[in-house]
C-alpha cells in the first residue's frame, strides 16, 4: 500500500485555487485517519468518508431509485427527462470509491443534461480482478439496455460513462461490444486510465505529492486490478494498445483531461488515436485541473466548467 497521503510539499502553484484547497482537504482527512500502509479495507473507508460530505449534499433531483441490475444501482430521473440515459461508472483505481463518492457528480450530469443517469457499483480490487471487474460491469449494462423501457429510455439512447478506473471500463467495454446487437449512442471519457505503462513524460511531472494520483498509487492501482504483466497489456485492460480496426468500430467520444495529470500524456495519445481511426471525437484539456477534478463540482469553476462542456455534448447527440 503507498503512502501517498502523506502531508508535505502541499503546494500546487499551477492548479485553480479553490481545486486544491478540496484535495488538500481530502488528504487531510485521509491522513488523519490512517497510519502509513494501511490495509485496503481502511483505505477505501478513509477515502469514502473523506468524500460523503461534499458528494451527498449534491443538488435535489426528484426521482432517485435502486434498481437491480446484478450490480448495486441507483437511477436519478430529472424533472421532464428526455427518454435517453447516462450509464455512470465511478473512478476509484478499480479498488476505491463507489456510487456514494460520485453521487454530487451523477446528479449534475442529470440536471444540467436533462437526461437520465444510473449509476453502477461494481465489484473492487484486489478482491475481484481483471477480467471478471469487467465482465460484471458488461452484464449489468446488457440488462439495464434490455430494460431500458422501463426506465423511460429508448435503448439507442445511452450513453456509457466514467472517471478515470470507469473511463477505463467504460472504454473496454465499447470495444469489446455488448450482446445481442445492442450499441451504445457515445462515451463520455473523464480523465481514463488508457495504459499500464507509467513511464511517461506526464508521469514524471505530476506523478509526486501532493497531486492527487501519484505514480506511486498508479501502481498500487495496476498492481490490485492486474495481477500478471500480461493482462496489464491485454487491450481490454489498456485501451491505448487496441488496433485502429477495433477502435474505428466505438461510438462518438466526449474526453474531459485534466492538464495536472499523470494520465495526461495516454488521454493525449487515445485522443490522437481514436481520431485517425476515424471515430468522431470530442476532447478539452484544462491546464488547471487535477486527476479526480470533477469531484469538487460546484466548488471548483473549472470542474464546473468541464462538465457543462460535457453537458452540451450531450445534448447535443
Keep these: 500500500m503507498p503512502t501517498n497521503q502523506q502531508v508535505g510539499a502541499d503546494e500546487l502553484p499551477n492548479v485553480e485555487p479553490e481545486l486544491a484547497q ?17 490495509p485496503i479495507e481502511a483505505f477505501r473507508a478513509a477515502s469514502r468518508a473523506a468524500r ?10 426528484p426521482m432517485v431509485a435502486t434498481p437491480d441490475f446484478g450490480l448495486p444501482a441507483r437511477h436519478y430521473h430529472p424533472v421532464n427527462a428526455q427518454n435517453a440515459l447516462i450509464i455512470y ?10 456510487i456514494d463518492t460520485h453521487d454530487r457528480l ?14 453502477l457499483d461494481y465489484p473492487l480490487a484486489p478482491e475481484v480482478r481483471f477480467p471478471q471487474n469487467l465482465l460484471a460491469c458488461a452484464a449489468a449494462i446488457t440488462r439495464v439496455i434490455q430494460n431500458a423501457e422501463h426506465l423511460g429510455v429508448r435503448p439507442d439512447r445511452i450513453v456509457l460513462a466514467g472517471d478515470s478506473s470507469g473511463a477505463n471500463l467504460a472504454m473496454a467495454i465499447a470495444l469489446r461490444g455488448l450482446k445481442d446487437g445492442q450499441a451504445l449512442a457515445g462515451l463520455v471519457l473523464n480523465y481514463g486510465v488508457y495504459d499500464s505503462d507509467l513511464s511517461r513524460n506526464s ?20 498492481q490490485n486490478y492486474c495481477e500478471s504483466m500480461r493482462d496489464r497489456t491485454n487491450t481490454l485492460a489498456a485501451p491505448l494498445r487496441a488496433t ?13 483531461i485534466a492538464g495536472q495529470d499523470v494520465l495526461l500524456d495516454e488521454n493525449l495519445l487515445m485522443a490522437k488515436k ?19 477534478f470533477l469531484e469538487a463540482v460546484g466548488l471548483s469553476p473549472v470542474a464546473d466548467l468541464a462538465l457543462a462542456d460535457t453537458a452540451r455534448w450531450i445534448k447535443r447527440l
Design 22 to 38: 478540496f484535495q488538500r482537504a481530502i488528504r487531510a482527512h485521509i491522513g488523519r485517519t490512517l497510519m502509513d500502509s494501511p
Design 52 to 61: 460523503l460530505g461534499w458528494s451527498l449534499a449534491g443538488p435535489e433531483v
Design 89 to 98: 461508472l465511478h473512478g476509484g483505481g478499480w479498488s476505491l470509491l463507489d
Design 106 to 119: 451523477m446528479r449534475e450530469y442529470a440536471l444540467q443534461t436533462g437526461w437520465h443517469v444510473l449509476g
Design 203 to 222: 508521469y514524471i511531472q505530476h506523478g509526486q505529492i501532493p497531486n492527487s494520483l501519484s505514480t506511486e498509487l498508479m501502481a498500487f492501482f495496476w
Design 244 to 256: 485502429p480496426d477495433k477502435l474505428a468500430k466505438l461510438p462518438p467520444v466526449h474526453m474531459t
Design 274 to 292: 481514436l481520431k485517425a481511426a476515424g471515430v468522431e471525437v470530442s476532447h478539452k484539456t484544462y491546464p488547471t485541473a487535477t486527476h479526480g
